[in-house]
């Protein structure tokens, strides 16, 4: 039978310091990453409008829970998260933002090319 070997307790400590500054630390984003959240920004914002626009020719505004400016702000609101789930979502996504990523990543990967030079 082996002994047990001892465990250094400041070895155990000095991990887990170093792992709790890991997750205080702000994550650093690549200009990559900030694209990609633009691109979905620019989505949601389509899609925002485009459910904007598709409510207000659609929706017959008589009716017995119609009206007022709470109801204009509720819809507001709502379109707007709308735009931002179909943004992140790839399965519903229009691919808007996926098109604008692929077609601006060869600019920003150049631009980062020059900025090493």
């Known amino acids: 039978m082996e002994p047990i070997s001892t465990v250094n307790t400041k070895d155990i400590n000095a991990q887990n310091t170093i792992a709790d500054l890991n997750k205080l630390s702000p994550k650093v984003q690549t200009d990559e990453e900030k694209l990609w959240e633009a691109a979905q920004g620019f989505e949601a914002i389509f899609v925002t409008k485009l459910m904007e ?65």
């Open 53 to 117: 626009q598709m409510g207000s020719s659609s929706m017959n505004e008589s009716g017995f829970l119609s009206g007022g400016r709470g109801e204009k702000m509720f819809k507001s609101m709502f379109y707007q998260e709308i735009g931002k789930e179909v943004s992140k979502n790839p399965e519903h996504s229009f691919g808007l933002a996926k098109a604008i990523y692929e077609q601006l990543k060869p600019t920003v990967c150049v631009q980062n090319v020059e900025k090493e030079i």
